[in-house]
């Protein structure tokens, strides 16, 4: 399983960012596909979280109303389209996915991970 992150990037505060994650080889039916971010210093979050087949989200609460995870399955691309951004929404963004539905959108629940794209917000 292969996630290849872009899209990051410098914005300034009320602004919009979209970032793409190309997802190859991952066959399963049903799976986790998330976004996640990190600061420095700071633990990886959880932003939002698609499960495929259900077609159900997840987002946290610091970006609901303002970010959208989606899926393009011809692509096999997962996207976040994050509007109103935020000087606090700066950090590192991670994709990630897994098998199965992992309701709990955890750093160590998640076996699979991009690269990562900055995102800076001034």
């Known amino acids: 399983v292969q996630l290849v992150e872009s899209g990051g990037g410098s914005v300034q505060a009320g602004g919009s960012l979209t970032l793409s994650c190309a997802i190859s080889g991952l066959t399963y039916k049903r799976n986790t596909l998330a976004w996640f971010r990190q600061v420095p210093g700071q633990a990886r979050e959880g932003v939002a979280a698609y499960f495929t087949g259900e077609g159900s989200t997840y987002y946290a609460d610091s970006v609901k109303g303002r970010f959208t995870i989606a899926q393009d399955k011809a692509k096999n691309t997962l996207y976040l389209q994050m509007n109103s951004l935020k000087p606090e929404d700066t950090a590192m963004y991670y994709c990630?996915?897994?098998?199965?539905?992992?309701?709990?959108?955890?750093?160590?629940?998640?076996?699979?991970w991009g690269q990562g794209t900055q995102v800076t917000v001034s």
């Open positions: 990630a996915a897994e098998r199965g539905y992992c309701y709990n959108v955890r750093r160590s629940v998640f076996g699979y």
